[in-house]
């Protein structure tokens, strides 16, 4: 169905922009052929009878759900732009949101439904696929899928997602490993993203997500390994928001840590280049100054009965009676078991940093109002990773800066409307029987992995050891482990036995072992709600409309899904057949607008199409000086007690921030749980603390892959553009470099230009060495977007010789299951 969707107020700027394009190409011979590889049909044809339509979606470069006008000339897209409708883009893109026609019209795309006819599976092996049709293809899905469950083997179907999308895609699969009987049904890829932060966030305010935050209100910002100006999530309105906090007055201070020069650090105010992994330390210092000087926020932290500050060095004798806490609890506690040792000189000597800038930063951090902190995968990718996070986020609560003005907040719900059919009325004794329970999930999680909510790098290993049992057949959803996961050549093993079903539109690395390949729509093809990541609090959604009809014979994820359970037997198949498709699906959900309408407007599926989002402002509750109020429709002024704040704020078992986490400290399986994998004595294990982190793969050389702006979440590699600017601090345009310092080069024999093999445990890589002084003597970095084998002519055979993964350990951190990136230390030589 095409949806020709018209934005009725187009600007003269934006017109002789997209005007502009056209003739900017006609001028030097670059047109729209070479892209697609296709005829323009009437390109000659006069401009009077050509129709442009503009039609609101939503990019899917990165996953911050920016809104954008899609502008189509006759069927053909010549231009994307950011929407005005989408509180995120605000009109504006970030450099590869421009990129989408590229996707669009990539040449190597899979045309159709294809079929592996090598049964012989490798890097060497060409798949030999040949075209079926989507029937033939669904059959063949079904009837695997069926043949399993009717041998009481459906725990041997798992399907694998990355970024999904939001209800009408990623939301099915729940309910499609409810009424098929699979623990494997979906698992996620949280323990490959950033699941430390969340899991941390969960000890302390008993909510598991990331935060919401009010960037254009604060005055100061402590960013610990976040890369807000390179890929934190949302990027395009990061980059806005920067230039409002960095103009504003007063402007807000920004210092930045991490283990390298990036533009964020160099961007900062100041730049605190830390040891890898000892992040930690840093922010039980800065704990440390702010309360032996006196610094934290009494309202909402509390203070001591007498007012004196009874903080100092060295005194553990300090009693919680003496202390009335407000909203946080174990203050006390945490002091005379942990941070009455953790002295700015104590953390200089662990972190590389000097003693005055702890101190200062942490006089800044805490008499800067408002302030906040900020982290994410640069301090807990290790083996300390959610101690790591604890420490820094127990900072938020030190100054206050929870659901304050200018600070941080949980992300709110969106009310989406009831699905048509309920699945708790389509489960058939299978599904119900409680034999299901019996058998363990893939990857561990629950079984080993007592703590996390997934292990997905570990379920190529288990596969092959046959623990506790061997896959038959695995599919995949936007992820492709052969390129982004730790070791990845163990995934190559693992998937010569098990039939692999893979949805990507594109021939990566993943597919090429693919049994059958059911090519998802690319993003400007599909219909397809998402709801937002934490933003700023406030409820959001987008809905992301096609811009043209699919050009080739794909499908929509959402609807694959469906279509396959359409065809099982029983319930589960008249439960699909009642859902019906995707659309029906996304109509269901918009019926919670009628009732509940946006703020702009948006109250039903046709308004939520012609505008693209759904949003409601404003954020509903709001922290002032230790005292929570409630949005009562003119402003915070209705108040809120404290059982309120516990149902909705924070979470925890004491309505508090706590300091002392009894989600562990109170759980004698979680608690000796932690004792075994950390060595941390169990009446601590609830406590923010320093940890010393773990190394791994036998070099001397700390291995670090960071994400960058062009990077896609690895998914740009077949994007020339992106390719050309992918890093551009040391000028990587056609490869990637290794980031050395000079020093570590000619110790090594190295000059700037060698080709070098970086080298570990997990495996061999060779890049192209690049002298670079914003990297420590003894971390190298090379970003993570090239290196493919796979994935189509632009990506394939370009340096380095693989992925970074290939080089990366295979640990995870024990608590969140999260895989540890920046674990893996590497040895670097002249090839």
Same mark, same amino acid.
Not at 253 to 275: E, Q
Not at 321 to 334: P, R
């Given at each position: 169905?095409?949806?020709?969707?018209?934005?009725?107020?187009?600007?003269?700027?934006? =017109?002789?922009?997209?005007?502009?394009?056209?003739?900017?190409?006609?001028?030097?011979?670059? #047109?729209?052929?070479?892209?697609?590889?296709?005829?323009?049909?009437?390109?000659?044809?006069?401009?009077?009878?050509?129709?442009?339509?503009?039609?609101?979606?939503?990019?899917?470069?990165?996953?911050?759900?920016?809104?954008?006008?899609?502008?189509?000339?006759?069927?053909?897209?010549? /231009?994307?732009?950011?929407?005005?409708?989408?509180?995120?883009?605000? #009109?504006?893109?970030?450099?590869?949101?421009?990129?989408?026609?590229?996707?669009?019209?990539?040449?190597?795309?899979?045309?159709?439904?294809?079929?592996?006819?090598?049964?012989?599976?490798?890097?060497?092996?060409?798949?030999?696929?040949?075209?079926?049709?989507?029937?033939?293809?669904?059959?063949?899905?079904? @009837?695997?899928?069926?043949?399993?469950?009717?041998?009481?083997?459906?725990?041997?179907?798992?399907?694998?997602?990355?970024? #999904?999308?939001?209800?009408?895609?990623?939301?099915?699969?729940?309910? =499609?490993?409810?009424?098929?009987?699979?623990?494997?049904?979906?698992?996620?890829?949280?323990?490959?993203? @950033?699941? @430390?932060?969340?899991?941390?966030?969960?000890?302390? $305010?008993?909510?598991?997500?990331?935060?919401?935050?009010?960037?254009?209100?604060?005055?100061?910002?402590?960013?610990?390994?976040?890369?807000?100006?390179?890929?934190?999530?949302?990027?395009?309105?990061?980059?806005?928001?920067?230039?409002?906090?960095?103009?504003?007055?007063?402007?807000?201070?920004?210092?930045?840590?991490?283990?390298?020069?990036?533009?964020?650090?160099?961007?900062?105010?100041?730049?605190?280049?830390?040891?890898?992994?000892?992040?930690?330390?840093?922010?039980?210092?800065?704990?440390?100054?702010?309360?032996?000087?006196?610094?934290?926020?009494?309202?909402?932290?509390?203070?001591?009965?007498?007012?004196?500050?009874?903080?100092?060095?060295?005194?553990?004798?300090?009693?919680?009676?003496?202390?009335?806490?407000?909203?946080?609890?174990?203050?006390?506690?945490?002091?005379?078991?942990?941070?009455?040792?953790?002295?700015?000189?104590?953390? +200089?000597?662990?972190?590389?940093?000097?003693?005055?800038?702890?101190?200062?930063?942490?006089? *800044?951090?805490?008499?800067?109002?408002?302030?906040?902190?900020?982290?994410?995968?640069?301090?807990?990718?290790?083996?300390?990773?959610?101690?790591?996070?604890?420490?820094?986020?127990?900072?938020?609560?030190?100054?206050?800066?929870?659901?304050?003005?200018?600070?941080?907040?949980?992300?709110?719900?969106?009310?989406?409307?009831?699905?048509?059919?309920?699945?708790?009325?389509?489960?058939?004794?299978?599904?119900?029987?409680?034999?299901?329970?019996?058998?363990?999930?893939?990857?561990?999680?629950?079984?080993?992995?007592?703590?996390?909510?997934?292990?997905?790098?570990?379920?190529?290993?288990?596969?092959?050891?046959?623990?506790?049992?061997?896959?038959?057949?695995?599919?995949?959803?936007?992820?492709?482990?052969?390129?982004?996961?730790?070791?990845?050549?163990?995934?190559?093993?693992?998937?010569?036995?098990?039939?692999?079903?893979?949805?990507?539109?594109?021939?990566?690395?993943?597919?090429?072992? /693919?049994?059958?390949?059911?090519?998802?729509?690319?993003?400007?093809?599909?219909?397809?709600? /998402?709801?937002?990541?934490?933003?700023?609090?406030?409820?959001?959604? $987008?809905?992301?409309?096609?811009?043209?009809?699919?050009?080739?014979?794909?499908?929509?994820?959402?609807?694959?899904?469906?279509?396959?359970?359409?065809?099982?037997?029983?319930?589960?198949?008249?439960?699909?057949?009642?859902?019906?498709?995707?659309?029906?699906?996304?109509?269901?959900?918009?019926?919670?607008?009628?009732?509940?309408?946006?703020?702009?407007?948006?109250?039903?599926?046709?308004?939520?199409?012609?505008?693209?989002?759904?949003?409601?402002?404003?954020?509903?509750?709001?922290?002032?000086?230790? *005292?929570?109020?409630?949005?009562?429709?003119?402003?915070?002024?209705?108040?809120?007690?404290?059982?309120?704040?516990?149902?909705?704020?924070?979470?925890? +078992?004491?309505?508090?921030?706590?300091?002392?986490?009894?989600?562990?400290?109170?759980?004698?399986?979680?608690?000796?749980?932690?004792?075994?994998?950390?060595?941390?004595?169990?009446?601590?294990?609830?406590?923010?603390?320093?940890?010393?982190?773990?190394?791994?793969?036998?070099?001397?050389?700390? =291995?670090?892959?960071?994400?960058?702006?062009?990077?896609?979440?690895?998914?740009?590699?077949?994007?020339?553009? +992106?390719?050309?600017? @992918?890093?551009?601090?040391?000028?990587?345009?056609?490869?990637?470099?290794?980031?050395?310092?000079?020093?570590?080069?000619?110790?090594?024999?190295?000059?700037?230009?060698?080709?070098?093999?970086?080298?570990?445990?997990?495996?061999?890589?060779? /890049?192209?060495?690049?002298?670079?002084?914003?990297?420590?003597?003894?971390?190298?970095?090379?970003?993570?977007?090239?290196?493919?084998?796979?994935?189509?002519?632009?990506?394939?055979?370009?340096?380095?010789?693989?992925?970074?993964?290939?080089?990366?350990?295979?640990?995870? *951190?024990?608590?969140?299951?999260?895989?540890?990136?920046?674990? $893996?230390?590497? $040895?670097?030589?002249?090839?």
């Amino acid at each position: 169905m095409s949806l020709d969707i018209l934005n009725t107020v187009i600007t003269r700027r934006r =017109f002789l922009q997209v005007s502009g394009v056209t003739g900017a190409a006609a001028a030097t011979g670059l #047109g729209l052929e070479q892209i697609t590889g296709r005829p323009v049909a009437g390109a000659k044809a006069a401009a009077a009878e050509s129709k442009t339509v503009i039609t609101k979606s939503v990019c899917n470069q990165c996953p911050a759900r920016c809104g954008v006008d899609v502008y189509t000339t006759d069927g053909r897209v010549h /231009a994307i732009y950011g929407s005005l409708e989408s509180p995120i883009s605000n #009109g504006k893109l970030c450099p590869k949101g421009h990129l989408g026609a590229y996707i669009l019209y990539d040449a190597d795309r899979f045309k159709g439904p294809m079929k592996r006819t090598n049964p012989k599976k490798g890097r060497d092996e060409e798949p030999k696929f040949v075209p079926i049709s989507w029937d033939e293809a669904l059959n063949i899905v079904a @009837a695997r899928l069926q043949a399993l469950r009717d041998k009481d083997q459906a725990h041997r179907f798992a399907l694998l997602y990355g970024r #999904g999308w939001g209800a009408s895609d990623a939301g099915l699969l729940g309910t =499609f490993g409810k009424l098929y009987g699979s623990p494997n049904v979906p698992l996620g890829h949280s323990s490959i993203c @950033a699941d @430390a932060s969340k899991k941390a966030k969960l000890l302390q $305010t008993g909510i598991y997500d990331y935060n919401a935050y009010d960037y254009a209100n604060t005055n100061y910002m402590l960013i610990f390994g976040a890369s807000f100006l390179e890929a934190y999530r949302p990027y395009n309105n990061n980059l806005q928001v920067w230039g409002h906090i960095r103009t504003k007055s007063p402007k807000t201070k920004v210092t930045a840590v991490d283990v390298h020069m990036n533009t964020t650090v160099s961007g900062a105010d100041r730049a605190l280049l830390i040891k890898p992994g000892t992040d930690g330390a840093l922010a039980l210092a800065i704990a440390y100054v702010i309360l032996t000087e006196g610094l934290w926020d009494r309202y909402f932290i509390g203070d001591f009965k007498d007012g004196a500050n009874r903080f100092k060095a060295g005194e553990a004798t300090l009693n919680t009676a003496d202390f009335n806490e407000k909203w946080t609890k174990g203050l006390i506690d945490w002091w005379n078991a942990e941070l009455k040792d953790r002295t700015p000189k104590w953390a +200089a000597g662990i972190t590389g940093i000097p003693e005055r800038d702890i101190v200062t930063v942490a006089r *800044e951090l805490a008499t800067t109002k408002p302030a906040m902190v900020l982290f994410e995968r640069g301090p807990t990718a290790h083996s300390n990773g959610v101690y790591n996070g604890l420490a820094i986020h127990a900072l938020n609560a030190l100054i206050g800066s929870l659901y304050a003005e200018g600070g941080l907040m949980n992300q709110m719900g969106v009310p989406y409307g009831k699905l048509p059919v309920s699945s708790d009325n389509f489960m058939d004794d299978y599904a119900k029987s409680d034999d299901r329970k019996k058998y363990a999930r893939i990857d561990g999680v629950k079984s080993e992995w007592l703590m996390a909510s997934n292990q997905i790098q570990g379920i190529a290993g288990y596969h092959l050891a046959g623990k506790p049992y061997k896959l038959d057949t695995i599919m995949f959803y936007m992820t492709s482990p052969i390129f982004s996961q730790p070791e990845p050549r163990k995934w190559e093993e693992a998937l010569k036995d098990v039939f692999v079903i893979d949805t990507s539109p594109f021939p990566g690395e993943t597919a090429m072992f /693919a049994d059958l390949v059911l090519p998802d729509h690319t993003y400007l093809e599909r219909l397809q709600c /998402a709801e937002i990541y934490p933003f700023q609090g406030w409820p959001m959604t $987008t809905l992301r409309v096609p811009a043209v009809k699919p050009l080739y014979d794909t499908k929509v994820f959402g609807d694959t899904v469906i279509e396959i359970g359409k065809r099982m037997k029983g319930p589960m198949g008249e439960y699909y057949k009642a859902l019906g498709s995707t659309e029906n699906v996304i109509k269901h959900l918009a019926k919670g607008f009628e009732e509940k309408p946006g703020t702009n407007g948006v109250n039903s599926f046709e308004s939520w199409k012609e505008k693209g989002t759904w949003y409601k402002k404003p954020y509903l509750w709001r922290q002032v000086r230790g *005292e929570f109020f409630e949005w009562d429709g003119t402003g915070y002024n209705k108040p809120m007690k404290p059982e309120e704040v516990k149902e909705k704020l924070l979470k925890t +078992a004491s309505g508090k921030f706590e300091f002392k986490a009894s989600y562990v400290q109170d759980n004698e399986k979680y608690a000796a749980y932690i004792n075994k994998q950390l060595g941390v004595p169990v009446e601590r294990v609830g406590f923010p603390q320093w940890l010393e982190p773990k190394f791994y793969g036998g070099g001397d050389l700390h =291995f670090i892959s960071p994400k960058v702006a062009l990077q896609a979440e690895g998914r740009a590699g077949n994007l020339p553009h +992106a390719i050309a600017i @992918a890093q551009p601090v040391v000028g990587g345009k056609k490869t990637t470099y290794l980031e050395i310092h000079p020093q570590a080069a000619k110790k090594r024999g190295i000059t700037d230009g060698d080709r070098v093999r970086i080298k570990s445990e997990a495996g061999s890589i060779e /890049a192209i060495a690049r002298y670079f002084g914003g990297v420590q003597p003894d971390v190298v970095v090379l970003p993570m977007i090239n290196g493919h084998w796979a994935y189509g002519r632009w990506a394939k055979n370009r340096l380095p010789t693989g992925s970074s993964s290939e080089v990366i350990v295979n640990k995870s *951190e024990p608590i969140s299951g999260l895989a540890m990136y920046y674990a $893996t230390k590497v $040895t670097v030589e002249r090839v």
